[in-house]
């Protein structure tokens, strides 16, 4: 069976300082990972997704997220946070190819909160 | 270029009523998913469909849920005898065959808040 653990369900930093947030993940097999976003009564929007190959992985909006097997961890970041970068971030991680489908298994969750 | 298109995109039930939550996937997708969004949690996978058939329903409750995709129109996902506990936003996904043979991420829709009072 898949897992993600989002470590921490607030993170608060301000405008212009570092985001990082936290994904660990749980996987039998060879995991894809992703990370969404989501805004306010809205649905979710892919930020960036790590399928194969290279290990760090860039998104939209100045986010990325580095694939670290030994730690079976894919944290997001960037550098510089801006407030519209307020939103819930979801981590998910999928089985992978040739499962015929994607049934996707999400974290709860981490609300940023980005103060000026 | 229209995606996912849910509606309503707030419905609101007294309890005992049923709830009929629709979901048109993007023009030429035939891979419908739906998602469970509870209060302060992650989505949690429901139900997979393809064209007229349900391919995995290993999340959705076994009773008052079920969830259909006709050959023409939206899919559905209809709960009968809402409770409380229905309360949560319900968000549907599409892909495409290739999309889904790629394993590519699928597009989500804005999703329906459901309020059962």
């Known amino acids: 069976a898949q897992s993600v653990t989002q470590l921490g369900s607030h993170v608060s930093v301000s405008e212009g300082a570092l985001v990082l947030l936290r994904c660990n993940y749980s996987?039998?097999?060879?995991?894809?990972l992703f990370w969404y976003v989501q805004y306010p009564n809205q649905g979710l929007q892919l930020l960036l997704k790590y399928t194969t190959g290279a290990t760090l992985v860039k998104g939209i909006n100045g986010f990325e997220a580095e694939f670290k097997k030994s730690e079976t961890s894919f944290h997001l970041t960037k550098p510089s946070a801006h407030m519209s970068d307020a939103a819930e971030y979801f981590c998910?991680?999928?089985?992978?190819?040739?499962?015929?489908?994607?049934?996707?298994?999400f974290g709860t969750g981490t609300r940023l909160l980005v103060s000026p | 270029n229209a995606g996912v298109m849910q509606n309503p995109r707030h419905l609101v039930r007294r309890r005992g009523q049923e709830a009929r939550l629709r979901c048109s996937p993007v023009?030429?997708?035939?891979?419908v998913y739906w998602y469970r969004q509870l209060p302060e949690e992650g989505l949690k996978f429901m139900v997979y469909l393809q064209k007229e058939n349900i391919i995995d329903e290993s999340g959705m409750p076994k009773e008052r849920f079920s969830a259909e995709f006709p050959k023409e129109g939206p899919s559905i996902l209809r709960i009968q005898q809402v409770v409380r506990g229905d309360s949560a936003a319900y968000f549907c996904?599409?892909?495409?065959?290739?999309?889904?043979?790629?394993?590519?991420?699928?597009?989500f829709g804005n999703g329906t808040r459901l309020t059962v009072t």
């Open positions: 996987s039998s097999v060879p995991p894809y």
């Open positions: 023009k030429g997708h035939s891979h």
């Open positions: 996904a599409s892909s495409s065959d290739r999309e889904t043979r790629n394993n590519s991420p699928l597009h």
């Open positions: 998910a991680v999928s089985r992978g190819m040739n499962t015929g489908f994607q049934k996707l298994v």
